[in-house]
């Protein structure tokens, strides 16, 4: 069956630190990976796009990759700050524009 | 621009009682999705749209129906509400015909209880 697993658990980190969070999957084959971010009582807002030809895509502090052999993508946030304390969800596109969502990994940033 | 709206933020239904969510969409996108967030679970398609009149079934579409009117709305309609359905509901909209806009634009959610 297909699945899509985020870090198990959550992630709390000091500030000024790298945080990475881990998207794996099987029994799928996207064209694309997205990354969103989810903060409580809201809808999720989109981040970076990484395509299946694409090994890495970065976006101001944030930094993607995928990696189709080992079917995971990497998310990192360097140097994080506590506004950066939210739930990031990574969803995968087969290419019909329909997405696959992962439960999320929630990120705390302490001062 | 108001993006995505929906209506309304909250909901209480009875069991067996129906109710109709309302999603509407100011950027002329022609994908509209409904999906549902359960703790400790993705989000989940419930049904999708790819344009006017047009409407197809997610991941998880029984007991509930849409419709889509118009282009700018995408309406959720629950016909005999069950304590399993209650969730967030997330309205979403994407326009892939325009490469800069693969990604979806989520609303702010309906929360809806069954009790």
């Known amino acids: 069956s297909q699945k899509i697993e985020q870090n198990s658990e959550a992630l709390n980190i000091q500030e000024g630190k790298t945080a990475t969070l881990t998207c794996n999957y099987t029994?799928?084959?996207?064209?694309?990976l997205q990354w969103y971010r989810q903060d409580p009582g809201r809808g999720p807002v989109f981040l970076l796009l990484?395509?299946?030809?694409?090994k890495e895509k970065r976006k101001e502090r944030l930094k993607v990759t995928f990696d189709t052999t080992l079917k995971q993508s990497l998310f990192h946030i360097t140097a994080s700050q506590p506004a950066d304390s939210a739930t990031y969800l990574c969803?995968?596109?087969?290419?019909?524009?329909?997405?696959?969502f992962g439960a999320g990994t929630t990120v705390t940033v302490r001062a | 621009n108001a993006g995505v709206t929906q209506t309304p933020k909250f909901r209480v239904l009875k069991t067996g009682q129906s109710m109709t969510l309302l999603c509407a969409q100011d950027?002329?996108?022609?994908?509209m999705y409904w999906y549902r967030q359960d703790p400790g679970m993705g989000l989940r398609l419930i049904h999708y749209?790819?344009?006017?009149?047009?409407?197809a079934k997610g991941e998880v579409p029984d007991g509930y129906n849409v419709s889509r009117l118009k282009k700018q709305n995408f309406l959720l309609g629950l016909e005999s509400a069950a304590p399993s359905q209650t969730s967030v509901y997330f309205c979403?909209?994407?326009?892939?015909?325009?490469?800069?806009?693969?990604?979806?634009?989520f609303g702010p959610g309906t929360r809806l209880t069954v009790t």
């Open positions: 029994n799928y084959s996207p064209a694309y």
């Open positions: 749209s790819v344009g006017e009149g047009t409407t």
């Open positions: 979403a909209s994407s326009s892939p015909g325009d490469r800069r806009s693969y990604e979806q634009y």
């Open positions: 990484i395509r299946e030809n694409e």
């Open positions: 969803a995968l596109d087969p290419n019909d524009y329909k997405l696959s």
């Open positions: 950027m002329n996108h022609e994908y």
